[in-house]
């Protein structure tokens, strides 16, 4: 059973930057997908970004040249960096894992609120 548990959220301005962690348990997470997932409050939930076990990564568009997704295997923990947040930003993150990369992982973390204020 993968246990998943985001920090790092908060309140930032418009411009400013935020690094999320997700620390994982039960799993090694080198073998998994690892993905963030946004919703923003009455709005479906959406992908942001993915981090494939070989390192390979994919972001949706509104994010790319300004999230970054990262990993540490030997901390178990995923990353992502957000620098030049917009209020379109405003959201609860989830960090999600898989054995493979899907819309719709089998293991998240209960969320973190970022929000971003113009």
């Known amino acids: 059973q993968v246990q998943l548990v985001e920090s790092g959220g908060g309140s930032v301005q418009a411009g400013g930057s935020l690094r999320l962690s997700c620390a994982a348990s039960?799993?090694?997470?080198?073998?998994?997908?690892m993905s963030w997932f946004r919703r923003a409050r009455g709005k479906e939930r959406e992908w942001v970004a993915m981090l494939q076990s070989d390192g390979r990564t994919d972001y949706r568009a509104s994010v790319k040249g300004r999230f970054t997704a990262s990993k540490d295997n030997a901390k178990h923990t995923l990353y992502l960096q957000m620098n030049s947040l917009k209020p379109d930003d405003t959201a609860m993150y989830y960090c999600a894992a898989d054995r493979v990369c899907t819309s719709r992982p089998d293991y998240w973390g209960q969320g973190t609120q970022v929000t971003v204020s113009s």
């Open positions: 039960g799993a090694t997470i080198s073998s998994y997908c």
